[in-house]
């Protein structure tokens, strides 16, 4: 394709996606869609095809490509992905998360600052979002313990409600997908638990100090303008850990791939890096082998239930595998277009844009996407490749920033503002469950 063409094409793709987010239609179905008739365009107009191992037809390497795209993915961030939500799932079979978080919870009663309180919970929103990399099991712990202590504090509803979804939006921690894929499209020979301590935390303290100051502010604001009516709202009291029917320490299982993932690292021992997934699978190693010797039941009955982490890992392989080959396969059939290469000759080299600009205007972008989906991972691999290919072609130094930026930016936009993610959907009928006006 000429540039000019390959530019329009380009376009016209970004369009259609936008205009089928806009219509709602099914995600995955869309990508696979507009990727594989561009890429069959595409092979039609170059003569070749994009897939690696070409099959000798350019219009068949389209759906080679497909083949090559899950292959890699379910052997990257996929699999990363499963590894977490099976530990998640096995946590919240053993109710160890919901102990974890009622010991939490408990001592933040005894606080009479309401406002104090609401500051607190944004902040231990992000410490659970690294301990249990998952938002939806997150909000739901919070709701759970936190929300009811808040409104005991007669915090409004809404206020309580918006300082739990706030953290969650954060996904610059050492167990997380999305800033271990920005790393990788960035070529940084760098860990993710070492890109972590040394960028991503001190960014995220700001960040956090921020929403704390921030969101206590404008809560105190708009509580002024709020009659709160509590007469018929008898507030939920925290649980007695010892309800939960288990021993204490279970309460300390979740943050074992914390600790496993920053303790097993470069920053640690020289020579030892464990990786996310590897992690998981130790981490439900050590549990699973507390559960044997602690659980008081047959020895048969305790050893089925370890199954509750592969079940687990099954149960996210549709909705999280399956987006995230799809817009892999999305972006490389926008990349055989050719017009993302004269875009970013254009906007960088002929007009100069400056790449810092450009970084904010991709962030924004995925952010949008985001909102649109209810799923930070369209934008992660659409626009996440477009990004490094920018920074990367331009010679800029701007790396870490490019990872501090689309990593933490896009992703607090697109989640506090998303009206589809399965977290902030879970968070109003949560919400909705507590009538307190």
């Not at 995600?27 to 107009?45: D, K, R, S, Y």
């Not at 790393?183 to 704390?212: G, K, R």
Request: glycine content about 8%; proline content about 4%; aromatic content about 12%.
């Amino acid at each position: 394709m000429s540039g000019a063409v390959s530019v329009i094409f380009a376009l016209l793709m970004l369009a259609i996606l936008v205009w089928a987010i806009i219509k709602k239609l099914q995600p995955v179905m869309v990508l696979w869609v507009i990727g594989t008739v561009a890429l069959i365009i595409a092979g039609l107009v170059n003569g070749s095809g994009v897939a690696a191992a070409s099959s000798g037809n350019a219009v068949l390497d389209a759906f080679e490509y497909f083949k090559e795209c899950m292959g890699s993915q379910f052997s990257g961030n996929a699999l990363l992905i499963m590894s977490v939500m099976g530990y998640v799932g096995y946590m919240n079979y053993l109710k160890a998360g919901d102990l974890f978080s009622v010991y939490v919870a408990r001592p933040l009663k005894k606080l009479k600052a309401k406002y104090l309180l609401i500051g607190l919970v944004v902040f231990l929103d992000w410490i659970f979002v690294m301990i249990l990399p998952s938002g939806i099991a997150t909000i739901a712990l919070l709701f759970g313990t936190l929300y009811p202590i808040m409104i005991y504090l007669d915090v409004n509803k809404m206020t309580a409600g918006a300082a739990i979804i706030i953290g969650v939006g954060i996904f610059a921690t050492p167990a997380n997908f999305f800033p271990a894929q920005v790393i990788q499209d960035l070529q940084m020979d760098i860990s993710l638990a070492e890109a972590f301590m040394l960028y991503m935390l001190p960014v995220t303290l700001i960040t956090e100090a921020f929403f704390v100051l921030a969101y206590v502010l404008q809560a105190r604001y708009l509580d002024k303008k709020t009659v709160i009516r509590n007469e018929d709202h008898k507030p939920q009291e925290i649980p007695d850990p010892k309800s939960f029917g288990i021993p204490g320490y279970y309460a300390l299982l979740p943050l074992i791939p914390f600790g496993a993932i920053m303790g097993f690292s470069k920053l640690v021992f020289e020579d030892i890096a464990i990786s996310v997934v590897a992690a998981n699978l130790l981490s439900f190693t050590i549990a699973f082998i507390v559960r044997l010797l602690s659980a008081k039941q047959s020895f048969k009955e305790t050893f089925n239930e370890g199954f509750t982490f592969f079940k687990a890992i099954g149960d996210s392989v549709a909705p999280v595998a399956m987006i995230i080959i799809a817009g892999t396969f999305f972006a490389g059939a926008l990349t055989a277009t050719g017009g993302l290469e004269v875009i970013i000759d254009v906007l960088i080299n002929q007009i100069s844009m400056p790449i810092s600009v450009f970084i904010i205007f991709a962030s924004v972008l995925a952010a949008l996407m985001y909102a649109a989906t209810g799923s930070a991972f369209l934008g992660l691999y659409s626009i996440g490749p477009l990004l490094a290919q920018a920074v990367l072609s331009s010679g800029s130094d701007l790396v870490i920033p490019a990872l501090l930026v689309f990593t933490i930016s896009s992703n607090i936009l697109g989640a506090s503002i998303s009206p589809i993610s399965a977290a902030n959907m879970f968070a109003v009928s949560a919400a909705a469950s507590f009538i307190i006006f």
